[in-house]
């Protein structure tokens, strides 16, 4: 995005992150989501980049991970993703004279 907007006459600023913690202050709980909520997210198909595929084949491929997550880090309900820093750019496009 940023380059295109560049290659329109168009300036790009990034602005500051924004870090979360890895663990809640209070309570000492991770933060994030767990793999395996995020295996059953896929499954639901709610990301766009999952649509085109066939559902056989996404099951098969989710069980397949899934067992693997298993044998290698345990549950994949206990185990967390940690949340990425949020990234924020800003773009601004000048009408053409």
């Known amino acids: 995005m940023d380059a295109h907007v560049a290659a329109a006459g168009g300036t790009v600023e990034h602005l500051p992150q924004i870090e ?8 000492g709980v991770a933060h994030g989501r ?3 909520g995020y295996l059953d997210d896929l499954a639901a198909g709610i990301y ?3 649509w085109d595929l066939p ?3 996404l099951a098969a491929a989710l069980d397949e991970v899934r067992q693997w997550l ?6 994949p309900d206990r185990v967390r993703l940690p ?4 990234r924020w750019h800003r773009y601004v496009l000048t009408p053409a004279a």
């Open 20 to 27: 979360r913690p890895p663990v809640d202050p209070e309570d």
């Open 34 to 36: 767990s793999l395996g």
């Open 48 to 50: 766009s980049w999952t």
């Open 55 to 57: 559902p056989d084949r």
């Open 70 to 75: 298993t044998d290698e880090l345990g549950d």
């Open 83 to 86: 949340y990425s820093p949020i």
